[in-house]
């Protein structure tokens, strides 16, 4: 655990955490550590041992997603990892305890599961009230293909454009706030994790409710309409049908098409506004943003 050791790499962790909402420590966890538990879940799981039920597949729906599982870690066999996540954790938070502690399993035709986040507004606020502290979820990749998709900053809405997928590696290590939207990744292979609670040690842990994360909204003023977006919204507007500028806007948008566009950054002349854009979008929008 050399990688989180050091007084300043812990404080830009928790930096990360409760701004973003999540923390990532690459290779926190011996190899031999994660080569046994992954051989011994698959060992167990194989002669069902482990008892796998399957996980929720759309948020406040009574179906299930057959390729994507869970089983609790209740045997000895496991002690060793929970025992060095445990020192881990307590690096961060003296007052976090790990609960409910399960192997996930995900098969390579899973879908992604809809954004949601595991905690209510309720629990959320008698651990930030009393301990200026917050419940946080922990996995670990057990192998090379393990993934999450966070939307960072996100608390209480999925914005779209936030979404991230966040590779986890075997015995890679993320912690995130529970109330950071979330949701399960798709896979192209099967693969394992280790999934626990970080409850706040004197507060009681109610019931771990799932809920759906709605996008945000932004609505058209004249129309209906409504887009996750503020941009999608007004470029709606101008040529929304109940728009009385709405021919106005459409000639202008012909006239200024018509006089074509220079592009500064290769020094190119086009004939079309739209041709113009569609090249920038494409060539140099992306590298601007770096």
Same mark, same amino acid.
């Given at each position: 655990?050399?990688?989180?050791?050091?007084?300043?790499?812990? =404080?830009?962790?928790?930096?990360?955490? %409760?701004?973003?909402?999540?923390?990532?420590?690459?290779?926190?966890?011996?190899? =031999?550590?994660?080569?046994?538990?992954?051989?011994?879940?698959?060992? !167990?799981?194989?002669?069902?041992?482990?008892? +796998?039920?399957?996980?929720? #597949?759309?948020?406040?729906?009574?179906?299930?997603?057959?390729?994507?599982?869970?089983?609790?870690?209740?045997?000895?066999?496991? #002690?060793?990892?929970?025992?060095?996540?445990?020192?881990?954790?307590?690096?961060?938070?003296?007052? %976090?305890?790990?609960?409910?502690?399960?192997?996930?399993?995900?098969?390579?035709?899973?879908? =992604?599961?809809?954004?949601?986040?595991?905690?209510?507004?309720? =629990?959320?606020?008698?651990?930030?009230?009393?301990?200026?502290?917050?419940?946080?979820?922990?996995?670990?990749?057990?192998?090379?293909?393990?993934?999450?998709?966070?939307?960072?900053?996100?608390?209480?809405?999925? !914005?779209?454009?936030?979404?991230?997928?966040?590779?986890?590696?075997?015995?890679? @290590?993320?912690? /995130?706030?529970?109330?950071?939207?979330?949701?399960?990744?798709? /896979?192209?292979?099967?693969?394992?994790?280790?999934?626990?609670?970080?409850?706040?040690?004197?507060?009681? %842990?109610?019931?771990?409710?799932?809920? +759906?994360?709605?996008?945000?909204?932004?609505?058209?003023?004249?129309?209906?309409?409504?887009?996750?977006?503020?941009?999608?919204?007004?470029?709606?507007?101008?040529?929304?049908?109940?728009?009385?500028?709405?021919?106005?806007?459409r000639a202008r948008d012909l006239e200024l098409n018509?006089?074509?566009?220079? @592009?500064?950054?290769?020094?190119?002349?086009?004939?079309?506004?739209?041709?113009?854009?569609?090249?920038?979008?494409?060539?140099? #929008?992306?590298?601007? #943003?770096?």
């Open positions: 655990m050399s990688a989180v050791t050091d007084d300043d790499a812990v =404080e830009i962790l928790l930096k990360c955490f %409760w701004e973003d909402g999540y923390m990532i420590m690459p290779k926190v966890f011996a190899a =031999e550590i994660i080569t046994t538990v992954r051989a011994k879940i698959k060992a !167990d799981d194989e002669s069902k041992t482990l008892d +796998f039920v399957s996980i929720f #597949k759309e948020v406040g729906s009574n179906t299930f997603d057959e390729f994507r599982k869970m089983a609790p870690l209740n045997r000895k066999a496991y #002690k060793k990892l929970k025992d060095e996540a445990t020192l881990l954790i307590k690096k961060f938070h003296v007052r %976090w305890q790990p609960t409910e502690w399960v192997a996930l399993e995900s098969l390579s035709v899973g879908e =992604e599961q809809d954004p949601h986040r595991h905690i209510p507004a309720v =629990e959320i606020g008698k651990a930030r009230k009393n301990f200026s502290e917050i419940q946080a979820g922990l996995i670990i990749g057990l192998s090379e293909n393990a993934k999450l998709v966070l939307y960072p900053k996100c608390f209480a809405v999925a !914005d779209p454009r936030s979404r991230t997928e966040v590779l986890l590696g075997s015995g890679d @290590c993320v912690i /995130f706030r529970r109330d950071v939207i979330h949701s399960g990744a798709a /896979f192209t292979e099967p693969n394992y994790r280790i999934h626990c609670v970080l409850t706040i040690k004197s507060i009681k %842990w109610g019931a771990d409710a799932t809920e +759906f994360a709605l996008p945000p909204a932004y609505k058209c003023e004249l129309s209906p309409f409504m887009a996750p977006t503020k941009l999608q919204v007004s470029n709606h507007k101008r040529g929304c049908l109940r728009n009385p500028a709405r021919a106005a806007n018509e006089k074509g566009k220079f @592009c500064c950054v290769c020094k190119k002349q086009f004939a079309k506004r739209n041709t113009y854009y569609k090249h920038f979008n494409r060539r140099h #929008k992306p590298y601007l #943003k770096l």
